[in-house]
């Protein structure tokens, strides 16, 4: 008749201890990731979940009581600026962008390394004044008093905000342009870029 029971220890031997699982802390730069993309995400989140809402009672407003949501038209378009301009610097962080690898295939890595670098600062770049000249439109919609046709809300909140977005985009292109470090894999250089 066996038995499977373990044998005991000898006194004074302490029992084995329980594996550990230890968690290193986040890294530096998984911080500032999380922290460029929580606003971002926050806004995002909430402007899609107001079209959500707003979907969902314009088409029960519809089918039961034969009438839409006044001004969802123009509810509709600020949530989607608000989702779109939003989702930039996530999509940029995530580096899921468009990306043109055409010539990647043929670049020595130390040059595809260059390569995304010069691309995220040369995108920097760009975001920086398309960030400005959202900014400027803003400012033209403040002083002007503009708008909706509607619901009379004011636009240059939104206008504002998308240029908020458009710089953390911008920012977000600087910190994977200085953060990036070359792999083994050409696919994963060229997910870190738009070039």
Do not use: C
């Not at 968690?23 to 971002?40: C, H, S």
């Not at 691309?119 to 002083?143: C, D, I, M, P, Q």
């Amino acid at each position: 008749m066996a038995t499977d029971a373990v044998p005991a220890e000898p006194p004074g031997v302490p029992p084995p201890a329980e594996p550990t699982v230890v968690v290193p802390p986040p890294k530096r730069e998984d911080r500032t990731v999380r922290l460029i993309g929580f606003v971002p995400r926050l806004v995002s989140g909430l402007a899609l979940f107001f079209m959500m809402i707003l979907t969902v009672v314009d088409v029960v407003g519809r089918k039961f009581f034969n009438h839409s949501v006044f001004g969802g038209l123009e509810m509709t378009e600020l949530g989607m600026l608000v989702l779109i301009f939003g989702a930039l610097p996530i999509a940029t962080l995530a580096g899921q962008q468009i990306i043109f690898d055409l010539f990647d295939s043929y670049l020595p890595r130390r040059l595809r390394h260059r390569q995304v670098i010069l691309g995220n600062v040369l995108s920097a770049l760009l975001l920086f004044a398309v960030a400005w000249f959202v900014l400027g439109k803003a400012g033209n919609t403040r002083e002007m008093g503009d708008i909706t046709a509607q619901l009379a809300i004011t636009i240059a909140p939104f206008h504002y905000g998308a240029a908020v977005l458009v710089l953390l985009t911008a920012l977000a292109h600087l910190y994977l342009a200085f953060t990036h470090k070359p792999t083994a894999d050409p696919e994963a250089d060229a997910t870190a870029s738009l070039m």
